[in-house]
């Protein structure tokens, strides 16, 4: 018998950065994976992570 999943998913977070050209480090796309419950937050998530690139911390949102 097969297991149902249950309703957590895994997403991508991103950084705001990603169309600033005035980047201190170098170019390109900081991004995180992580899981949800999609029946607890149904609305696309925001965390305050580390971003590489920048080389400060940012607020990383959701993408498809």
């Given at each position: 018998?097969?297991?149902n999943k249950g309703s957590r998913i895994?997403?991508?977070l991103e950084c705001?950065?990603?169309?600033?050209?005035s980047l201190k480090r170098k170019n390109g796309i900081s991004r995180y994976t992580t899981c949800k419950n999609k029946r607890n937050t149904p609305n696309r998530l925001e965390i305050k992570k580390f971003c590489t690139y920048c080389n400060t911390h940012k607020t990383?949102?959701?993408i498809k």
């Open positions: 018998m097969g297991k895994i997403i991508t705001e950065c990603r169309n600033n050209k990383f949102k959701e």
